[in-house]
């Protein structure tokens, strides 16, 4: 039996305890992150908490629409074992009951009905050594070894540091995101699950790498670049270093993308392509 439940009827404890348990464990479906990222959400529970799906909701025009917030790439169904079939019977109730925008399921999720993929690329847990030797790019080998001059640091939220990442970070044209962003940032400092790495040319800073720490997982949020130093190669360099440091025993998730040379540099380092289907209105789409 699906039922679809409004915030303040949620039992939070039932919830936690069905993602803790579910074989598509996802940081973006916790309580406190959706919280801090969309602020307006609800749920889909399958019997008592057997498999549950978060909606988020954000009203314009005084409609409710399920759109993915800013920053979170993948939610989707949350069971013990992924179920084609309960699945099905939650995409049904998601688009019946739903003005859908965007909704983006986990890479766990499969279903009977085609639904379109996006890519996003990961790293194992892996032998840093054997995953240079085997895995990177003859190309991106070069340009980290290139590199070397530069310095790696890891950096604490600070203003200074809040400002480089507002100066340079590209992507987010409006103010409101840019907020949010910074909001995000703050967030996850004081949830311990913000990791700073930096690039220095001699002690200016010139490259951040910010990451959502995780216990068994290093997630990259944003590489924020000064364009100014780009023959550095300041990011080859970093992503390179912070494998270095945690790819023993962390998964590296680079979180997209479908822009071909960003997704061609992810591949560089041997990240391996996982998919993850969506639901999209086109024509919401186009009237946005």
């Known amino acids: 039996m699906m039922k679809r439940l409004k915030y303040h009827e949620i039992d939070f404890q039932k919830y936690s305890k069905c993602l803790e348990n579910s ?33 988020p909701l ?25 179920d084609i079939e309960i699945n099905n019977q939650f995409l049904q109730f998601l ?5 859908v925008f965007l909704y983006s399921f986990n890479h766990h999720n499969s279903f009977s009905e085609h639904l379109d993929k996006k ?43 809040i400002s480089f990442v507002e100066k340079h970070f590209k992507g987010l044209k409006k103010e409101t995101d840019i907020k949010k962003f910074k909001d995000y940032l703050k967030f996850l400092h004081h949830s311990n699950s913000l990791k700073l790495c930096a690039a220095y040319l001699e002690e ?16 990259l949020l944003g590489l924020i670049n000064d ?23 962390k998964e590296f998730n680079f979180m997209g993308s479908n822009i071909r040379g960003i997704e061609v540099f992810f591949k560089s380092f041997g990240g391996e392509l996982q998919e ?13």
């Open 276 to 288: 993850y289907p969506y639901l999209q209105s086109k024509i919401l789409k186009k009237l946005s």
């Open 23 to 55: 074989a598509q464990q996802n940081w973006y479906a916790k309580k406190e992150v959706l919280d801090e990222l969309s602020g307006n959400w609800e749920i889909l529970v399958y019997e008592d908490y057997k498999a549950v799906l978060p909606v």
């Open 204 to 219: 200016k800073l010139i490259n951040v790498a910010v990451l959502v720490d995780e216990n068994s997982k290093l997630s």
């Open 95 to 99: 688009k019946k009951n739903y003005k």
């Open 227 to 249: 364009e100014t130093y780009k023959t550095e190669n300041g990011p080859s360099f970093l992503i390179d270093k912070i494998l270095n440091h945690y790819i023993h025993d």
């Open 58 to 82: 954000k009203k314009k025009f005084g409609i409710n629409f399920v759109i993915m917030p800013l920053f979170c790439q993948q939610l989707g169904v949350f069971s013990e074992q992924d």
């Open 119 to 161: 890519k996003n690329y990961t790293i194992p847990v892996s032998d840093y050594v054997i995953l240079r030797r085997k895995k990177y790019f003859k190309g991106r080998k070069s340009t980290a070894k290139c590199a070397q001059h530069l310095i790696y640091k890891e950096i604490e939220l600070n203003e200074e540091h």
